[in-house]
């Protein structure tokens, strides 16, 4: 079956420490993306990838970190810099070909603070 | 600054009634405007539209999309309990074409 998988299901992070959210997809696509969702609040886009080896800051990636050496895998590290990361992280991924298109997500991470 | 706003931002109706959720935007370079359904977890995507007063329909769900007074409106008809979850409106704008999210519409359907 393809699709994108995440985990773990639910993370506990320690104060100063550095966590690690894995993202892993079989769509063979290109791009792939890392969103924080917030309550009452619409999907903010944290990093994003549109090719192996490269990646972009999105809107609030400060306190967060990605890599890209595989084109299935685009895992999320979440720093101590992040001084308020509780949240549900969302990854997903797509086609790109010029624009991102449909995006297809991962049944997401809830990181919770010790 | 592009945005997007969804309301209501929530909504209670009963099984059988439709109900209209809104999605206005206010972005440069617009290129398409998607509607995502979130039930617990995952959006799950549903239309993409790009081109103004064509109706996309799946089901007891349709959209339309209104280039001219820029917003989109998505329709449930005969609602079930199933239907209750998040519906969230994006649009693919700005000079590198990033999505841009409403913060969502909560409905729940009562039986």
């Known amino acids: 079956d393809g699709g994108i998988t995440q985990s773990p299901k639910y993370l506990f992070r320690k104060e100063g420490q550095n966590v690690t959210l894995s993202c892993e997809q079989n769509l063979n696509h290109d791009a792939m993306y890392w969103y924080r969702q917030d309550p009452g609040q619409g999907l903010r886009l944290i990093y994003y990838s549109q090719i192996v080896n490269d990646f972009q800051k999105g809107d609030i990636a400060e306190g967060y970190s990605v890599s890209r050496e595989k084109k299935e895998s685009f895992p999320l590290t979440v720093t101590s810099a992040q001084k308020n990361p509780t949240a549900f992280y969302l990854c997903?991924?797509?086609?790109?070909?010029?624009?991102?298109?449909?995006?297809?997500f991962g049944p997401g991470t809830r990181l919770l603070v010790l | 600054e592009d945005k997007v706003v969804q309301s209501p931002l929530s909504l209670v109706v009963h099984e059988g009634d439709t109900v209209t959720l809104n999605c206005s935007y206010e972005?440069?370079?617009?290129?398409?405007l998607l509607w995502y359904k979130q039930e617990k977890k995952a959006p799950t995507f549903l239309f993409m539209l790009?081109?103004s007063g064509i109706e996309k329909k799946s089901g007891r769900l349709s959209s339309i999309l209104d280039k001219k007074e820029l917003f989109s409106i998505l329709n449930i008809t005969a609602t079930q309990t199933g239907d209750s979850a998040v519906y969230l409106c994006?649009?693919?704008?700005?000079?590198?074409?990033?999505?841009?999210w409403g913060a969502g519409t909560k409905l729940i359907i009562k039986p």
């Open positions: 790009t081109s």
């Open positions: 997903a991924s797509s086609i790109w070909d010029g624009s991102p298109g449909t995006q297809y």
């Open positions: 994006a649009v693919e704008a700005g000079s590198n074409y990033q999505l841009i």
């Open positions: 972005v440069t370079n617009f290129r398409s």
